[in-house]
């Protein structure tokens, strides 16, 4: 990777000279997306499946997409939210992407939190409450079973998630860096211990908060009446252990999904829309490598045209056909 992309790949952001307002701008995004990927990934390469593709070339794609998978010893699978929409998790994207009259990205800042951690603290406490009652679509579970069964082969799947809802380990993924964290763990901002939390509510004050809808009054609650940290002598307040924007990712996450896109045979990107970065860099590095990748997603991304397969529609479809055993698959 080139080493004037390398240190603005590190954060959760766009490059430096971006302020929110642009950043956020769909047009912003696209121009940045294309610039950074021709950097990293090169020419671009024919998209052999698509939404134009006729259902005998869909089919012999996935035909193809099948052997490489049969003989594939180390597979990466990148996963982002559209994998969680098809369970009924928001993805607060795109057109009427708001939790009130927020978006996402204007809530998830440390700037937000230390400005109006009550506020904050709804939003997540709404997303926590929405994840608890959802399970694990046939996409997570496809993927699950096909680690367990290639472990048995002496083969290697690893999920790398920017999911926070932790969908994947319920599903029974073991091989998995969360490199975004986890709705489900707090860190409190004095001592800097990290805990989950599975909590419901997180705290008492938040009971019956966090309404999505528009007209929704904020509540206001007193910082001291907030997630607290409960080791001895602390107290100090909790905030999720999720990487906001304007953050860098754990260093010690980024060295393992390293290594991990150094050894893979195969990539699959899996409901992710390629646009929040450093995320949306991987596969295109190991495309760039003559690796095989394979995009899963309900539409094209900026992404698509340089990955050698493209599977359009929901993933808990796709995927549980992809990933079936195969017919040369043995037990070593």
């Known amino acids: 990777m080139p080493p004037s992309i390398l240190p603005n ?12 307002t642009q950043l956020f701008s769909p047009l912003v995004f696209t121009a940045v997306q294309d610039r950074l990927l021709k950097a990293v990934a090169g020419p671009r390469s024919r998209t052999k499946s698509g939404p134009s593709g006729s259902e005998t070339a869909k089919h012999a794609d996935m035909a193809d997409f099948r052997k490489l998978f049969a003989k594939a010893k180390h597979i990466v699978i990148i996963s982002g939210a559209g994998i969680s929409a098809e369970s009924g998790i928001p993805t607060f994207r795109g057109a009427g992407g708001y939790w009130r009259k927020w978006q996402a990205q204007a809530l998830a800042t440390p700037g937000a939190f230390a400005q109006n951690p009550s506020l904050v603290w709804e939003f997540y406490h709404y997303r926590r409450e929405v994840i608890q009652r959802v399970e694990p679509n046939p996409g997570h579970l496809a993927i699950a079973e096909c680690e367990a069964r290639l472990r048995d082969q002496g083969r290697r799947v690893m999920v790398i998630t920017q999911n926070i809802d932790e969908l994947h380990r319920k599903a029974g993924t073991k091989n998995l860096l969360e490199i975004h964290g986890s709705i489900f763990k707090t860190r409190c901002t004095s001592c800097g211990v990290v805990a989950e939390n599975y909590k419901s509510p997180i705290c008492a004050a938040l009971s019956g908060k ?7 009054q904020d509540a206001r609650i007193p910082v001291e009446k907030l997630p607290r940290c409960e080791e001895a002598g602390c107290g100090g307040l909790l905030r999720p252990y999720v990487v906001w924007f304007g953050e860098s990712l754990d260093p010690a996450v980024l060295e393992e999904v390293d290594r991990e896109l150094a050894l893979c045979d195969l990539c699959l990107v899996v409901g992710t829309s390629s646009v929040v970065y450093p995320a949306a860099m991987f596969a295109p590095q190991v495309s760039a490598r003559g690796v095989p990748v394979a995009e899963f997603n309900m539409e094209t991304t900026p992404a698509t045209n340089r990955f050698r397969f493209h599977f359009q529609g929901p993933c808990g479809k796709t995927l549980p056909e992809a990933l079936a055993p195969h017919e040369t698959e043995t037990v070593s």
């Open 210 to 216: 966090g309404a999505p809808d528009p007209e929704a």
């Open 9 to 20: 790949l590190r954060n959760n952001k766009e490059p430096k000279e971006l302020s929110s």
